[in-house]
């Protein structure tokens, strides 16, 4: 099965915030909007990026208690043994809700399912959000870890 075969999932908490991972759900005019211009690793980011992003992923929308989408973050993954997650966001006026450990969690609690080996993510200034959902440090010495970078940057 892939990411977007998967019958969409929709998690809600008391105060009415609502996780889904129906993909038609999502406004991707505003989460092209929040990466390019908010989020420090996709300043710049083109549209057509984003919407290519979204279509290769498996796709979580967080919605406020009147539906309007809040938040996003989507994963990179084979759903067998590997994944990615990225372009986590919670718009500025949501933070500080406990939305971004929720999101964070719900991602792991979906995922659990397919027992993966790894769940990766990047972060500069996130760690204690990431922590409290069983995110640590790679295990692994830095240099164990390699990257190829194909961007011109």
């Known amino acids: 099965m892939t990411t977007s075969e ?9 105060d009415g915030y609502q996780i889904s991972t129906d993909p038609d759900r999502l406004d991707i005019d505003r989460v092209h909007r929040w990466l390019s211009t ?4 996709a300043l710049g980011r083109d549209r057509e990026t984003v919407a290519r992003a979204i279509a290769g992923s498996l796709n979580f929308g967080l919605y406020a208690p009147d539906g309007q989408q809040v938040g996003f973050a989507r994963v990179v993954t084979d759903l067998a043994t590997f994944a990615w997650l990225c372009d986590v966001y919670v ?9 971004g450990t929720w999101l964070a969690t719900t991602v792991r609690d979906h995922l659990a399912p397919h027992r993966l080996k790894r769940i ?14 069983g995110f640590t440090a790679l ?15």
Do not use: N
């Open 139 to 153: 295990p692994e010495p830095p240099e164990r870890v390699m990257s190829l970078r194909l961007d011109a940057d």
């Open 6 to 14: 998967a019958a969409p999932a929709v998690t809600r908490r008391p």
């Open 91 to 99: 718009r500025p006026e949501d933070r500080g809700r406990g939305l």
């Open 38 to 41: 908010d989020a420090y690793w």
């Open 120 to 133: 990766l993510l990047f972060t500069e200034d996130a760690h204690e959000v990431y922590a409290r959902v």
